[in-house]
């Protein structure tokens, strides 16, 4: 159980276009979603929590108009990378709870990554 | 299938006790494991580990993996309240894929 998707697993793109990936909870409802970036030296890095129906929360430094993120229902949310750079290359790892974010940690189901190369 | 197994799933323990969370693994093509600490969102890195038998330290933490056995083990020594969290195993595999364990919960009573 508590199985996370993403899609597409790997996506190379031209400088300048935007690439949309998917998160998908294929088993539960996830009333709160994450979106990670993954270094080099494979730290996570938080860029937003979404709850389903409501607007995301960004982490600081991290552009909304840039990533946008789209929590539409309980099992589905999209990141979308806007006017991608070839910075923006990395590994993009969402996660899913089926709880309401409160204020300490909690379950979270990690989708298997989707690898994003701007040319 | 590929997965990673962590256990136990919830451990409780006394302040000054020694912890140990295992992380197993069936993946092809396997790269790296990884452990994390996860506190409040984001989960924090600890470890990386590509090699067998050599272990990863860092101050009452260690970790080691064992490839023949397709297992990791994190070490938690002297353990203290802020040592409570949840500790996620994380193995790269094949091109470029990742699977995270469900996670150890530990809780560290004073």
């Known amino acids: 159980g508590a199985v996370v998707s993403q899609h597409p697993s790997r996506v190379i793109c031209k400088s300048g276009t935007s690439v949309k990936i998917e998160c998908r909870s294929l088993?539960?409802?996830?009333?709160?979603m994450f979106w990670y970036r993954q270094f080099p030296k494979k730290s996570l890095m938080l860029m937003a929590t979404?709850?389903?129906?409501?607007?995301?929360?960004?982490e600081q430094g991290v552009e909304k108009d840039k990533f946008l993120i789209n929590h539409a229902s309980l099992t589905l949310s999209t990141l979308t990378v806007t006017s991608a750079h070839p910075e923006d290359s990395s590994f993009y790892i969402c996660?899913?709870?089926?709880?309401?974010?409160?204020?300490?940690?909690?379950?979270?189901?990690f989708g298997p990554g989707t690898r994003l190369t701007v040319l | 299938e590929d997965k990673v197994v962590q256990s136990p799933l919830s451990l409780v323990v006394h302040e000054g006790d020694t912890v140990t969370l295992n992380c197993s693994y069936e993946?092809?093509?396997?790269?790296?494991l990884l452990w994390y600490k996860q506190e409040k969102k984001a989960p924090t890195f600890l470890f990386m580990l590509?090699?067998?038998?050599i272990e990863k330290k860092s101050g009452r933490l260690s970790s080691i993996l064992d490839k023949k056995e397709l297992f990791s083990i994190l070490n938690i020594t002297a353990t203290q309240t802020g040592d409570s969290a949840i500790y996620l195993c994380?193995?790269?595999?094949?091109?470029?894929?990742?699977?995270f364990g469900k996670g150890t919960r530990l809780h560290i009573l004073p």
């Open positions: 994380a193995v790269f595999y094949r091109d470029d894929k990742i699977i």
């Open positions: 996660s899913a709870s089926p709880k309401v974010l409160a204020t300490s940690y909690n379950e979270q189901f």
């Open positions: 979404s709850n389903e129906g409501s607007k995301a929360t960004y």
């Open positions: 590509t090699s067998s038998g």
């Open positions: 993946v092809t093509n396997f790269r790296s």
């Open positions: 088993d539960f409802q996830a009333t709160t």
